[in-house]
């Protein structure tokens, strides 16, 4: 059951010293979410429409993907983190997991023992199981994806995975090999063990949702009601401006690219260009285009930067999207869109001194709209949406 937004949510881990991954976990959500709006207002130019209020997350139970370190034995495994010692700390109860997910970690922590998958021992630098990343979709199917050292339980996986499908609605299974000894989440191979190779993750209300299909190694917000929130905050936006075009960089998955160009008929089709370094995502994002059956719609594999500041006058948007990562776009690409005539930009950022700073870069632009999304309850982290005009 979640708690009150007006009270602190309780969590045995946090208070035990065990884990203070949610550095806010004791302060009651009304005075994280107003204390994290202080703080936008302070650091960016108020919109010219003001500050819309912020938009507010269910404080536990909203977190979609599952990142656990694998510890302890095959028999007794820990699904968790790492203590100073690298010890097993063992977090299924973690109160953030959605419910589907709080209840499928004791199931993938019995099949650990039945395909006898020895943890990786970060001392003794032997073992296999690495990490257990666990994603839900909307719908509560799931994504296991098992990080190994090596190809060498392979095979028991194939062998008992019917067991774990028997007991799991899990629609995507995959190996991920990481054989590196250092503190890397995953590596660049997958092997995938089930007939699917996408998690399908429809967004929104079943007459106007858009689905996003994830590949295993695609980043997808793990906030599943805030990242539904922004994207419809975004098309309603970008729908008073009517952009015949738009250019979406750093577009990942496709989220925003595929709600702007029309997908689930959130909107008329626009012609949409995503921009994104990782194939995987790309992949993603094509194959959600192609099964929305939006044909003017395109995503390219390369920099968001080198993308535009290439870009011929004549082909220039109406809109440029930006969703970049907590460095925030950089000043080569601030100072292309500074001086390029594009007449607006909307910015998502999770870095709101870095939003700051890449503004400060921009002053031909002023914000029209803004809005706080609390993508991540209990730190001090957000996303930050603006809509910014060309003075």
């Known amino acids: 059951m979640i708690l009150s937004q007006s009270v602190a949510v309780r969590c045995d881990y946090f208070d035990s010293g065990r884990c203070r991954s949610c550095a806010l976990l004791d302060q009651p959500y009304e005075a994280q979410l107003a204390d994290k709006q202080r703080e936008v207002a302070a650091l960016l130019p108020e919109p010219a429409a003001g500050w819309s209020a912020p938009v507010a997350s269910a404080p536990a139970e909203f977190r979609n993907k599952a990142k656990m370190v694998v510890g302890g034995t095959a028999a007794a495994p820990t699904l968790g983190i790492l203590d100073a010692t690298f010890s097993g700390v063992d977090l299924r109860e973690c109160r953030l997991h959605t419910r589907g997910l709080h209840d499928a970690l004791p199931v993938l922590a019995e ?23 666990v994603t839900e979709s909307p719908s509560g199917e799931l994504m296991v994806r098992f990080v190994c050292r090596s190809q060498e339980p392979v095979a028991r996986l194939r062998k008992h995975l019917p067991w774990l499908l028997e007991r799991l609605p899990v629609a995507v299974a ?13 590596g660049e191979r997958e092997i995938v063990l089930t007939r699917a190779a996408t998690l399908a993750m429809p967004l929104g209300s079943s007459a106007g949702a ?13 906030n599943t009601a805030m990242a539904t929130a922004l994207y419809d905050e975004a098309a309603a936006w970008v729908a008073d401006l009517a952009p015949a075009s738009v250019w979406d960089l750093y577009c990942g998955v496709g989220g925003f690219a595929l709600h702007l160009a029309g997908a689930g008929g959130s909107g008329p089709a626009r012609r949409v260009t995503g921009v994104e ?20 719609v395109r995503f390219l594999a390369g920099d968001a930067t080198t993308y535009a500041v290439n870009a011929a006058a004549v082909d220039l948007p109406d809109l440029v999207v930006v969703n970049p990562p907590r460095r925030g776009i950089g ?35 002023e914000p029209v709209r803004g809005r706080l999304l609390d993508m991540f309850p209990n730190t001090r982290h957000y996303e930050v949406l603006v809509l910014l005009r060309r003075r």
């Not at 099949?111 to 990343?133: C, I, M, N, S």
């Not at 370094?277 to 003017?296: D, F, M, P, Q, T």
Request: proline share 5%; net charge negative; with cysteine.
């Open 111 to 133: 099949f650990v023992g039945r395909a006898d998958l020895a943890p990786y021992d970060v001392t003794q630098r032997r073992g296999e199981l690495k990490h257990l990343l």
């Open 210 to 222: 858009v689905t996003l299909h994830l590949r295993p190694q695609s980043f997808f917000q793990t």
């Open 331 to 365: 000043d080569q690409l601030a100072g292309w869109l500074e001086t390029s005539g594009v007449p607006h930009v909307l910015y998502s950022s999770c870095n709101a001194h870095t939003l700051a700073a890449d503004l400060a870069a921009m002053p031909s632009f």
């Open 277 to 296: 370094i990782s194939n995987e995502a790309v992949r993603s994002a094509e194959h959600s285009a192609a099964a929305a059956g939006l044909e003017g």
């Open 174 to 186: 995959t190996v991920n090999l990481q054989p590196a000894h250092k503190a890397v989440l995953e």
